[in-house]
């Protein structure tokens, strides 16, 4: 606990492009906090598990005045993240930070009437038996968001003149693959068929609601949606190379150059397009 390291990612040197992205992806999260009011309009405790660098917590503190968020991470740093943007936010009275290796770790936390899993699941071993535990933390009548699946995110035009059309493409199927090596590489790792309605009616919840939010950033992209398209491209070029080709190779060093007029720094044509499904699970009153 608290090493840094789940699996094969090293969370602490994600802390600045988690929050960079949390940022750029915030329109899309006002919306799925809706979509949560709707089912739940006034939580009195909401844990945010796995919670990264706390953007996404602070922003449940704003959205709802009268409760307490718990973010609960295994990496300290990014704890401190989150105590600290929670300052600058006014929310620090509400905010509490919580050091867990998950899904264990919360006995001490309480009962919520909202657990919040945001890209989180997927970065457990036995995501069957996390579900079943975090339910388990629900009060009666609590509600389980569970953001998991929906679509890659588009940043660029198929063809940007430069390299072989359809790179983003081709690095998604890269990405599968590393996603399932990472899968692989954690603790007491289980195989299990991503059917999220199931494994959170499988937890003793009833499955009240499945929706796809969209986030559509179209170019010119904002400093912030470009930032974390740098640290995507960033990030698959340093984890995915083997699995691209010498052409692809090229093109991603030319994006990433920032003195290249090609790359992403300059670019007029640079957007953010993605798609997040939202489960709600609800716990029976
Ligand atoms: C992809 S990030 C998502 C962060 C945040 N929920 C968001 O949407 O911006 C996953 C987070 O889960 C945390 N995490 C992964 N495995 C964990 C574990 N076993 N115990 C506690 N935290 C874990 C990581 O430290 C990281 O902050």
């Known amino acids: 606990m608290g090493n840094h390291q789940h699996g094969d990612v090293d969370w602490e040197?994600?802390?600045?492009?988690?929050?960079?992205?949390?940022?750029?992806?915030?329109p899309m999260t006002a919306r799925i906090i809706e979509q949560l009011r709707a089912a739940q309009p006034r939580p009195r405790r909401i844990v945010d598990a796995g919670?990264?660098?706390?953007?996404?917590?602070c922003a449940l503190a704003e959205?709802?005045?009268?409760a307490e968020v718990v973010a609960v991470d295994g990496t300290q740093a990014l704890l401190d993240?989150?105590?600290?943007?929670a300052?600058?936010?006014?929310?620090?009275?509400?905010?509490?930070?919580?050091?867990?290796d998950l899904p264990d770790g919360l006995a001490d936390v309480g009962e919520a009437d909202v657990v919040w899993l945001g890209l989180a699941l997927h970065h457990l071993g036995d995501q069957r038996a996390a579900l079943t535990e975090f339910?388990?933390?629900?009060?009666?009548?609590?509600?389980?968001?569970l953001l998991e699946g929906g679509l890659p995110a588009r940043c660029l035009p198929r063809d940007i003149g430069i390299g072989r059309p359809g790179l983003q493409a081709r690095l998604d199927v890269a990405q599968e693959d590393r996603f399932n090596e990472m899968r692989a590489a954690l603790p007491d790792v289980k195989d299990e068929a991503e059917d999220w309605g199931a494994l959170l009616t499988a937890a003793g919840l009833t499955h009240a609601e499945t929706?796809?939010?969209?986030?559509?950033?179209?170019?010119?992209?904002?400093?912030?949606?470009?930032?974390?398209?740098?640290?995507?491209?960033?990030?698959?070029?340093?984890?995915?190379?083997?699995?691209?080709?010498?052409?692809?190779a090229a093109t991603l060093d030319r994006l990433l150059d920032p003195d290249d007029?090609?790359?992403?720094?300059?670019?007029?044509?640079?957007f953010l397009l993605a798609a997040q499904t939202v489960y709600l699970g609800r716990k029976g009153a």
């Open 13 to 26: 040197q994600l802390g600045a492009s988690l929050t960079r992205r949390a940022e750029a992806y915030a």
């Open 51 to 57: 919670s990264g660098p706390g953007v996404i917590a």
């Open 63 to 66: 959205a709802f005045p009268d």
């Open 81 to 85: 993240l989150t105590a600290r943007r």
């Open 87 to 100: 300052e600058r936010a006014g929310v620090a009275d509400r905010v509490r930070t919580h050091l867990a």
């Open 135 to 145: 339910a388990r933390r629900l009060a009666p009548g609590g509600t389980l968001v």
């Open 211 to 248: 929706r796809t939010h969209l986030l559509d950033l179209p170019a010119p992209a904002s400093p912030t949606v470009r930032a974390h398209v740098a640290d995507l491209f960033g990030r698959l070029s340093g984890g995915l190379r083997e699995g691209l080709d010498a052409d692809d």
């Open 261 to 270: 007029e090609a790359g992403l720094d300059h670019r007029p044509d640079v």
